[in-house]
């Protein structure tokens, strides 16, 4: 087959979830401890010149690294501006504003993984259960980054680990109908869990949860192939819908690797 010849898509999984912080040997080293990302893919100095059209139409140095766990799932990049100083979010983040809300991270153990960050004293709510009855908790990171630990037994590689890595991720959108022909129709989360609309239980404790919301959990029908799938293993999707309030746009006046979750990067 030459080189252009392919004629079906493969999304081989979440590769990665970037972050952006205003320290990184502080966050990374956080990660590393509470959610197993320890082995370094890159770590580099350079210019990031490939945004322009989200960095304001300039070029900006940054220091970047793309940690992985290999209990599975993908990874963290993990993004500092060397010669800027990052933006934080104009207004504290709420479930259902634009853009990723929080990423998710699997656990085989959920109910261990629990006891690990009440043990560490970490901000995290209680164990409660999904539309679908899965079970999960909600944590922070210390830089007001929310994360969702959800029970799947996925493993890559068994290291005694508490936690997997990225899971997939909650985004915020304006109208999840349309969201769906990109996240269902492209990127082939063609299954859904469930698609409810209501005042939710488990999300009453979160900033902004106690608004109405329609919430879609989605996933793959098929597994998903590729030379690094095993490793990325299964991920889901969670659109969420404010529907008593007017969502807030993540990133308005700020820029892309500004503080909190920059992106969602598919290995294709």
């Not at 082995?39 to 970047?64: C, K």
């Not at 979010?89 to 690990?116: E, V």
């Not at 899971?167 to 469930?194: E, T």
């Not at 979160?206 to 590729?226: A, D, E, I, M, W």
Request: include cysteine; hydrophobic fraction near 35%.
């Amino acid at each position: 087959m030459k080189r252009g010849d392919l004629k079906e898509k493969i999304i081989s999984g979440i590769q990665q979830i970037g972050i952006g912080v205003d320290n990184l040997r502080e966050a990374w080293k956080w990660y590393r401890e509470h959610f197993g990302m320890d082995i370094r893919v890159f770590e580099e100095n350079a210019v990031a010149d490939l945004m322009l059209p989200y960095t304001g139409g300039q070029p900006h140095a940054r220091h970047a690294a793309l940690a992985l766990n290999l209990q599975g799932g993908g990874g963290f990049e993990i993004w500092q501006y060397t010669k800027r100083t990052p933006v934080p979010p104009k207004n504290r983040i709420h479930l259902g504003d634009l853009g990723i809300n929080a990423a998710k991270i699997k656990s085989s153990n959920i109910k261990d993984s629990y006891q690990f960050f009440q043990n560490k004293g970490i901000n995290i709510n209680g164990i409660s259960k999904n539309p679908a009855g899965g079970e999960h908790f909600f944590v922070k990171d210390p830089y007001d980054n929310l994360f969702q630990v959800v029970e799947d037994d996925s493993i890559f590689r068994n290291e005694k680990k508490l936690t997997g890595a990225t899971f997939g991720a909650w985004i915020g959108v304006s109208n999840i109908d349309r969201s769906r022909k990109l996240y269902s129709g492209i990127l082939g989360y063609d299954d859904v869990i469930y698609d409810v609309e209501e005042k939710f239980d488990d999300l009453a404790d979160l900033p902004g949860g106690g608004h109405t919301f329609r919430r879609v959990l989605l996933k793959h029908s098929k597994n998903v192939r590729g030379t690094f799938s095993r490793l990325f293993g299964p991920s889901q999707i969670e659109l969420v819908e404010v529907k008593d309030r007017q969502p807030n746009r993540i990133y308005e006046d700020r820029q892309w690797g500004d503080l909190g979750f920059i992106h969602l990067c598919y290995d294709i």
